[in-house]
């Protein structure tokens, strides 16, 4: 088959027919999802320090102006310092169901104490919203997503998303979202056995003394502020958490009592125990995990 030189439009491309026997085909429908991953976008500048997002945006040859709903994920790190590409390949997961996914780094509890990370998260809502044609984007569907101290964050974003709580605007988008999801999140810092295994927990040095600043046994009342727990009867969207039996690092109790105090407040929440799961791991990003995040999100959209 002979084609002559010229600009073709994928209409006017002639579609190319093999005469060779056994060569076998794969059909494109034109609804397969592919993923870009787009890396290191500024999305505020802080004290000095330029924050960045992870974002993976989906796209389909049969739409190609289409929105896709967005998960905005905050990546834990005992609130220090992130290594925001860490979980770029399990999001990518979500990103193939369909989701614009952005990585989260805030500002860490070296350089910022809370609540900076919670502004931060809010005004990485804030940027992807202004910018949602850049990143077919449907602005009006983010849910919100993390793990650990991002578990922490992205609770205390979603709970008090409708409040003027730890809040510094950079535009005039809203950072509202549709849902919550929260692995193994540190959402009770004042528990007294809240970090088996951080010998120093609740002292200055230790994850949640350095997010605080100071020291949490001598203020226990004062950090109740950073307690997810404390929000429970504000206006905010469903929650999904899941926390493994054996996570050594946050204790499960935390989940099982937030979960416990939401229920109480009457709101929208459903808890898994991830059974024999240390903190975190690959059991939370297998395929059936992935297709419970997937129907919640959709639940809530």
């Given amino acids: 088959m002979k084609i002559e030189v010229k600009e073709y439009t994928y209409e006017t491309m002639p579609d190319y027919i093999c005469n060779l026997d056994n060569i076998p085909e794969i059909k494109m429908t034109g ?3 592919g993923v870009d ?4 976008i500024v999305y505020d500048r802080k004290d000095g320090v330029d924050l960045h997002l992870q974002l993976l945006v989906p796209s389909m040859f049969n739409h190609p102006d289409k929105k896709f709903p967005g998960v905005v994920f905050i990546q834990g790190s005992a609130w220090k310092k992130q290594n925001i590409y860490r979980n770029v390949a399990n999001i990518g997961a979500l ?10 780094e805030y500002r860490h509890s070296g350089i910022a104490h809370f609540p900076a990370q919670i502004i931060d998260g809010k005004n990485a809502i804030r940027y992807l919203k202004a910018h949602h044609d850049q990143y077919h984007l449907d602005s009006d569907n983010i849910i919100i997503m993390g793990d650990s101290s991002g578990g922490h964050t992205s609770a205390m974003i979603g709970m008090t998303a409708k409040t003027d709580l730890f809040d510094q605007p950079i535009n005039q988008y809203d950072c509202f979202v549709k849902g919550i999801i929260d692995l193994y999140g540190a959402v009770d810092i004042t528990m007294p056995d809240g970090f088996p295994s951080t010998l120093n927990h609740q002292l200055p040095d230790s994850p949640e003394g350095m997010l605080m600043g100071y020291n949490i046994r001598e ?11 404390s929000y429970v009867d504000l206006d905010y969207p469903a929650m999904l958490i899941l926390h493994g039996t054996k996570d050594k690092t946050v204790f499960c109790k ?10 109480n407040a009457g709101k929208s929440v459903k808890l898994y125990l991830v059974r024999g799961s240390d903190h975190g791991g690959a059991v939370f990003w297998k395929e059936e995990v992935i297709d419970l995040y997937d129907d919640f999100i959709k639940s809530c959209l």
């Fill in 37 to 40: 991953y787009l890396p290191d």
């Fill in 254 to 263: 935390q989940s099982v009592e937030l979960y416990q105090a939401i229920k």
């Fill in 219 to 229: 203020n226990i009342e004062e950090a109740k502020v950073a307690n997810v727990k």
């Fill in 95 to 104: 990103a193939k169901r369909g989701y614009v996914c952005a990585i989260v």
């Fill in 31 to 33: 609804e397969e999802i």
